[in-house]
């Protein structure tokens, strides 16, 4: 069986994404719970991973307990 993401679920994601960099934006870490909290964004690092690719820079750190903050660097990235 083949998952295939659906138009409902790439709209969804471009807002989580959009949501999360403006989060970031201000300066604040963000971490997995936050992110579930604030935007329902259960793939935190999906959308870390989709910044990263165009061209924000953004610093994961990870606790003891393998759980991840996530910092942004550089306010600029490419345009898609």
Do not use: W
């Not at 998952?3 to 300066?27: I, M, N």
């Not at 964004?41 to 606790?63: D, P, T």
């Not at 307990?65 to 306010?75: E, F, H, K, R």
């Amino acid at each position: 069986m083949t998952f295939q993401r659906t138009h409902e679920d790439h709209k969804r994601h471009a807002r989580q994404k959009d949501k999360v960099l403006s989060h970031l934006q201000t300066g604040a870490p963000l971490t997995q719970d936050t992110a579930r909290e604030l935007f329902g964004c259960m793939r935190l690092a999906s959308r870390i991973s989709e910044l990263k690719k165009s061209g924000h820079v953004i610093l994961s750190l990870r606790n003891d307990q393998g759980c991840s903050t996530y910092l942004l660097l550089s306010p600029e990235g490419r345009e898609e």
